[in-house]
Structures are given as structure tokens and as C-alpha cells.
């Protein structure tokens, strides 16, 4: 007979949980941050005025996809009747490219979140997104991670240059309508993603301009 049945496994919480105590993992992100090399300046992207014309640029797109997207599914309308496609669609390459150059001038992405993030629990990152989003009040302390989150969001150059080269093609009349409604579902997309950006990317510039970070020394 068993003298007893062996101990199973002992659950220790949720695999994506960091080890040690809040105050501990809030200490390590934060030297997490102060590791990451900082270039002179950081690049066009930690400017605020950047991500405010990043933003501008996402949203002007999105209504310029609004608009061929009216012009793909009512031609005959009074808007769709009167819309250039190829000098919409020109106008948002024009854009898509602008901001091609703005990551160009700042190849590093200008954000240490990647780092960070696995160092925090969820209910961590939380608090961080509702100081940022102004939820909750902005705790000095942790200011630094906040701004590493916000330069996370702003808007993304590569997809306004893609989006942008997108509506040229969709505007450039074609052979045949056999990708019609695959424009269809591609504009919608964009227009959608482009506009979440477009508010993200305000919220971004609007924290570093009141939050700007620390000179060097």
C-alpha cells in the first residue's frame, strides 16, 4: 500500500509574469530604459511636431481612401463623378513617402518599449496606458516608462508609405474590375487603420510636448 500520493506541480501564477515583486520589476524597466544607448537628439521622430505630421499625414490619407472608396462604389455619384482618382491617389504616395523620409531620418524607431514590455506585468502595462491616454493621473516615477509607450504609438511611416502607394494603384483606372472588391476591403482597411493611427499619433505628440524628456547631464 502507498504511504502517500506524491506532490503534483506547484502552480506559480501565469507563465508571462516576470519574477520578484512590483517594485522590483517597475525598478528593473526602468534601468531598462536608462541602458538603452540614446543618440544625440534621438531623431525626427521623438519630435513632437514629427509625430503631429505623421498624424495629420495618416488621417489626410484615410479621408483620401474615404474618398476613392466613394468613387469605387458610386461612380456615377457627385462626388465619385467628380473625383481625379490618379491625383488623389498621387497626393497620398505624395504623403506615404513623407513619412518614408521621417523614419529614414530616425532608423531606430526612437522607442525602447520592446525592451520594457516583457519586464512588466499586464495590470502594469494598464496603469502605464491609462496615464498615458490621461485615465489616471501621471506618477513622476514612472514617467520615463510612459514615454517609452507613447513613442511606441505613434504612427507607423511604413504604413503610410504603403497605404499611400495603395490608393495610387486604386486610383490609376484599370484593365478590368476584377479587383474591385478586394479595393474595396484594402481602402476600408487603410482608411480604418490610418484614422486609429492618426489619433494615436496625436496622443503621442501631445504627451512629449508636455512631458519632454530630461536633457543629458
Known amino acids: 500500500m502507498s504511504r ?25 524597466a526602468l534601468a531598462a530604459v536608462r541602458r538603452r544607448t540614446v543618440r544625440a537628439g534621438r ?15 495618416a488621417a489626410a490619407i484615410a479621408v483620401l481612401g474615404v474618398v476613392l472608396l466613394v468613387r469605387l462604389l458610386w461612380p456615377g455619384s457627385l462626388l465619385g463623378g467628380a473625383v481625379d482618382g ?3 491617389g498621387g497626393v497620398a504616395a505624395l504623403l506615404g513617402s513623407a513619412g ?11 522607442s525602447a518599449w520592446g525592451d520594457v514590455r516583457p519586464l512588466l506585468t499586464r495590470d502594469q502595462r494598464r496603469e502605464l496606458t491609462a496615464q498615458l491616454r ?13 514615454r ?17 502607394l495603395q490608393l495610387m494603384r ?20 487603410a482608411s480604418a487603420g490610418l484614422g486609429v493611427q492618426a489619433v494615436q499619433g496625436l496622443r503621442v505628440a501631445r504627451f512629449l510636448r508636455a512631458h519632454p524628456e530630461p536633457a543629458a547631464g
Open 100 to 110: 518614408a523620409v521621417i523614419a529614414w531620418r530616425s532608423p531606430t524607431g526612437g
Open 43 to 57: 531623431g525626427a521622430r521623438d519630435r513632437p511636431g514629427s509625430h503631429s505630421w505623421l498624424a495629420g499625414a
Open 148 to 164: 517609452e509607450l507613447a513613442r511606441s504609438q505613434g504612427v507607423q511611416p511604413f504604413f503610410l508609405l504603403l497605404f499611400g
Open 4 to 28: 502517500g500520493t506524491p506532490p503534483g506541480p506547484v502552480w506559480s501564477g501565469p507563465p508571462d509574469v516576470p519574477e520578484g515583486t512590483d517594485d522590483e520589476r517597475w525598478a528593473e
Open 86 to 88: 490618379e491625383l488623389v
Open 134 to 146: 490621461g485615465r489616471a493621473p501621471l506618477d513622476p516615477a514612472r514617467e520615463p516608462l510612459v
Open 170 to 189: 486604386t486610383g490609376t483606372p484599370a484593365e478590368g474590375g476584377t479587383d474591385r472588391w478586394l479595393d474595396v476591403v484594402v481602402l476600408v482597411s
